[in-house]
Antibody, heavy 120, light 107 residues
């Protein structure tokens, strides 16, 4: 059974750095082709892809946010961490992590999401 | 970035109706097109991948077609549990963009 779960602060202040952790089970991020990505969704708006890390440590970022994002993995802990610097109220959103089961494949399993509010 | 444009943005339909949602990519994405269903307060659920492959355990009333730039999601006979928002997503290039969503509401 594949599961993913996001964890992190529910509230951050403007200019602070957000750190989110995705803890997963039922698959390995050392398996060829597998990736874990982060997607966010502002309240009432569409999904927005942020970043992805593959089994071989290849990392991809949304170009418009690349300077603010860092994605890392800890294969032994089955975790993927996303950091986003210089948070702004427009970054208020539900943040999801999801598994990509094969290179160029879909996100086939998703976490439940975690709502992050940016406010002073 | 590859832009994904869905139409319509919303639609009203009755139980039993045949519903079609379209998704157009701003450049060719071959068949790297996926469809998701999202209900309020829930994470998206994968329905269709690679344009026309049905994800495991998803009802066969969902089907997908298309290649290149134009794609469709069809629900053959709308059921009460199908009222939700549907998103297309391209997994061809980075960033892996989503469409703006199509909300399917009860008529």
């Amino acid at each position: 059974q594949i599961t993913l779960k996001e964890s992190g602060p529910a509230l951050v202040k403007p200019t602070q750095t957000l750190t989110l952790t995705c803890t997963f089970s039922g698959f390995s991020l050392s398996t060829s082709g597998v990736g874990v990505g982060w997607i966010r969704q502002p309240p009432g708006k569409a999904l927005e892809w942020l970043a992805l890390i593959y089994w071989d440590d290849d990392k991809r970022y949304r170009p418009s946010l690349e300077s603010r994002l860092t994605i890392t993995k800890d294969t032994s802990k089955n975790q993927v961490v996303l950091t986003m610097t210089n948070m702004d109220p427009v970054d208020t959103a539900t943040y999801y992590c999801a598994r990509r089961g094969e290179y160029s494949g879909p996100f086939d399993f998703w976490g439940q999401g975690t709502l992050v509010t940016v406010s002073s | 970035d590859i832009q994904m444009t869905q139409s319509p943005s919303s639609l009203s339909a009755s139980v039993g109706d045949r519903v079609t949602i379209t998704c157009r990519a701003s450049q060719s994405i071959s068949r790297y097109l996926n469809w998701y269903q999202q209900k309020p307060g829930k994470a998206p659920k994968l329905l269709i991948y690679a344009a026309s492959s049905l994800q495991s355990a998803v009802s066969s009333r969902f089907s997908g077609s298309g290649s290149g730039t134009d794609f469709t999601l069809t629900i053959s006979s709308l059921q009460p549990e199908d009222f939700a928002t549907y998103y297309c997503q391209q997994s061809y290039g980075t960033p892996q963009t989503f469409g703006q969503g199509t909300k399917v509401e009860i008529k």
